[in-house]
């Protein structure tokens, strides 16, 4: 079974411009969160997507926003580019089983630098 | 609501010899927790878990955690380090948010392995 495959793999964009990368979660999972990983911060949760619908976010600014697909796969979207945005930017897939933990299988990341 | 302090930045160790990487967990309730290691360039591999079940935990690669509620602790160990464990790693816990989980993840450790 193929893992979770993130596109671009690298991607080097300007302050102020936008930027859109993407996921393709593990068939047959329908949850695909993402996850931001910087030298400061670790790897903090931006939001969770499950059937089209965001059910879950984190302490992130209006500025990132995300999208699912009927078919699973997601797209997050970083508008307005800051320096700081400059990160790895990871996606997991899992099943979704309600009240319960969930195993998340991670994708390589999407290493984005912001000039 | 839940947090995990990973006692370590660093941990440097010769061939052959254990590791010990430390991990401490808040939680208001029995928490789910696993240790997820990354290579460079690399996503998250999950090692292993804890989920109320058994308190100590085996892994892949000969790494096993055992849950210690009285102490709050998860601490990460292998008997005889390889070269191929240099990574980090990442104690997480698992916060039930709005019936839905979402990964809480510590600082990281950093393990160099020495010839």
């Known amino acids: 079974k193929a893992g979770v495959t993130q596109t671009p793999r690298y991607l080097i964009k300007t302050r102020g411009q936008q930027v859109t990368l993407s996921c393709s979660p593990i068939s047959g999972h329908r949850s695909v969160s993402w996850y931001q990983q910087t030298p400061g911060q670790g790897l903090q949760f931006l939001f969770e997507?499950?059937?089209?619908?965001?059910?879950n976010k984190g302490n992130f600014p209006g500025r990132f926003s995300g999208r699912q697909f009927s078919n699973s796969r997601s797209e997050m979207n970083v508008s307005t580019l800051e320096l700081g945005d400059s990160a790895l930017y990871l996606c997991?897939?899992?099943?979704?089983?309600?009240?319960?933990?969930?195993?998340?299988?991670f994708g390589p990341g999407t290493r984005l630098t912001v000039l | 609501a839940q947090s995990v302090t990973q006692l370590d930045s660093h941990v440097s160790v010769s061939e052959g010899t254990p590791v010990l990487l430390r991990c401490n967990y808040s939680s208001s309730y029995s928490p789910s927790l696993f240790w997820y290691v990354q290579h460079p360039n690399k996503g998250l591999q999950l090692l292993l878990k804890y989920t109320s079940a058994a308190t100590l935990v085996k892994g892949i690669n000969g790494f096993e955690a055992e849950f210690k509620k009285s102490e709050t602790s998860f601490h990460l160990t292998k008997p005889s380090a390889h070269m191929s464990d240099a990574a980090e790693y990442f104690c997480v816990v698992s916060s039930l948010s709005g019936g839905y989980n979402k990964l809480i993840f510590g600082a990281g450790t950093r393990l160099a392995v020495h010839p």
């Open positions: 997991a897939s899992s099943l979704p089983r309600e009240n319960s933990y969930n195993e998340q299988f």
């Open positions: 997507y499950f059937s089209e619908t965001q059910r």
